[in-house]
C-alpha cells in the first residue's frame, strides 16, 4: 500500500485547526502529522504520492451511524445494494456507516443483521447495523409500519444479538414500552449503543434509560415530544446526560437551524451529524418504498404517501455539514467534529475512527472552501 503526504491543507480533526497543516499515511493508518513544511522529508521516501492541498480543508473521514440507503438502493436489499448505498455515499465524504435497517418481520430483520454481519468482516466501509425499531412507540412511530412494531421479548432481544453476531452497533426504542428496561440492560451489556427514539417517553423516563446506559438521543426533534417548560421530555434528559450523543438530521426540513445551533451549544462535543437517508438520496423525485410503507418524495421531501409524515431525508453528509456552517452559524471545527470524532466515539470506535491523529485509520476527506468534496480517501486509498 503506497505512502501518501497531503500538505498546506487547512487542518480540522479533533476540534482543532491548524494552518499549512500535513499528514502522513502508510500502510492504511495515518503515521505523523504536522505544519509547514516538515512533511518533505517524509515525502523523499519511494512511490510517496504527495498531494499539494493548498486552499483546501483536510478533515477525517466523514461516519454516519443512520443511514438507510441511497443512490436508489436500501439496506434491506442486500449485499449489491448496500455496496451502492457505500458507493453513493462516500462521493459525499462518508466514508464509514452504520447501516440502518426500518421495522420489519423479526425473520426478515434478522437475515439483514445477518448480511451486515458477513459486510462488517470483508467491507471497510461497513461499521455494522443499527435497528431503528420494531421496539418503538405507536405514537411516534414516523415512517415505520404500525403493524410491526412491538415491546421487546427476552428471546428476540436474545435472537438479534446472536443474528448480529457482535455487529449490532446501535439500537432505537422507547424506554416507555413494557419490557424496555430488561432490553436496555441486555443490549448495553452486550456493548450495543442504545438510543432513546421514536418515543412518548417524559422527562423521567428518558431519565431513567439513560441512567441505564443508553447513551444517543435518535434524531433529536424527530419522532419524540418536544420540549416544553413543564414537560422537558427526552430532549432536556440527554441534555443532562453528558454521556449522551444527540444525533441531528440539519437538512433545513427536519429542524429549524436556530435549534440545531441550540444543539450544538447545550451539547458541545455531542452532537453527531446523521443523514438519516433513503433510497431517494442522489436519486430523483418519485414514488418509492421504505420497508413495508410507500413514500414520494418532492423536491428532495421525503413523505408517506398515507399521511404526509417525513419519511427520512434526501441529505448526505457533506451537505448537512454547509448547512451547519452556513445557516446555523456553527464553527467549522465543531460541525466537523459532529461528523468525525463524536459519532466515532457514540459507537465506541474513538480509538481509530474520526481523527487525523498518528495510529488512526488514514480514512479522510478534502474539501474545498465552499464545502464541497474534492477527494476521498479510505485508509490511505483513493475511493
Known amino acids: 500500500m503506497p505512502a501518501t503526504i497531503i500538505h498546506s491543507a487547512t487542518l480540522v480533526t479533533d476540534g482543532a485547526t491548524t494552518a499549512e497543516g500535513w499528514v502522513h499515511f502508510e500502510g492504511g493508518v495515518v503515521r505523523s502529522v504536522g505544519s509547514g513544511t516538515s512533511w518533505r522529508d517524509a515525502a523523499a521516501a519511494p512511490d510517496c504520492e504527495v498531494v499539494d492541498a493548498s486552499g483546501a480543508i483536510l478533515s477525517p473521514g466523514f461516519i454516519d451511524i443512520h443511514v438507510h440507503g441511497g443512490g436508489g438502493a436500501a439496506n434491506e436489499d442486500g449485499a449489491e445494494a448496500i455496496h451502492r448505498v457505500l458507493a453513493t455515499h462516500r462521493e459525499h465524504g462518508t466514508t464509514r456507516a452504520v447501516l440502518s435497517l426500518v421495522t420489519g418481520r423479526p425473520t426478515d430483520q434478522l437475515g439483514h443483521l445477518a448480511t451486515i454481519a458477513e459486510l462488517t468482516a470483508t467491507t471497510p466501509g461497513v461499521l455494522g447495523s443499527h435497528l431503528e425499531g420494531p421496539f418503538l412507540a405507536d405514537s411516534h412511530r414516523g415512517a415505520h409500519d404500525p403493524e410491526m412494531l412491538r415491546s421487546p ?21 422507547a424506554p416507555e414500552l413494557p419490557g424496555a428496561g430488561a432490553a436496555v440492560r441486555a443490549f448495553v451489556e452486550a456493548g450495543v449503543a442504545v438510543a432513546v427514539g421514536h418515543t412518548s417517553a417524559t422527562y423521567e423516563q428518558a431519565a431513567a434509560a439513560f441512567d441505564a446506559g443508553a447513551s444517543i438521543l435518535t434524531h433529536t426533534f424527530n419522532a419524540m415530544p418536544g420540549l416544553h417548560h413543564r414537560a422537558p421530555g ?85 451537505a448537512a455539514l454547509r448547512q451547519a456552517v452556513h445557516a446555523c452559524g456553527v464553527e467549522l471545527s465543531e460541525a466537523l467534529r459532529a461528523l468525525t470524532a463524536t459519532p466515532a466515539r457514540a459507537i465506541g470506535r474513538g480509538h481509530d475512527l474520526g481523527s487525523l491523529r498518528p495510529g488512526a485509520l488514514a480514512d479522510a476527506v478534502l474539501l474545498d472552501d465552499a464545502l464541497h468534496v474534492k477527494r476521498v480517501w479510505v485508509e490511505g486509498v483513493t475511493a
Open 234 to 318: 427526552p430532549i432536556a434528559a440527554a441534555f443532562e446526560a453528558p454521556h449522551v450523543t444527540l444525533e441531528v438530521i440539519n437538512d433545513g426540513v427536519h429542524v429549524h437551524p436556530a435549534l440545531v445551533e441550540l444543539v450544538f451549544r447545550q451539547a458541545p462535543g455531542r452532537v453527531a451529524l446523521i443523514t438519516d437517508a433513503m433510497v431517494a438520496a442522489c436519486a430523483h423525485d418519485g414514488d418509492y418504498m421504505l420497508g413495508s410503507l410507500p413514500v414520494r418524495v418532492d423536491a428532495g421531501v421525503a413523505r408517506l404517501v398515507a399521511d404526509g409524515a417525513i419519511a427520512g431525508s434526501t441529505l448526505t453528509l457533506d
Open 153 to 173: 421479548e427476552p428471546a428476540e432481544t436474545a435472537a438479534m444479538l446472536e443474528a448480529a453476531a457482535g455487529t449490532l452497533r446501535q439500537i432505537t426504542l
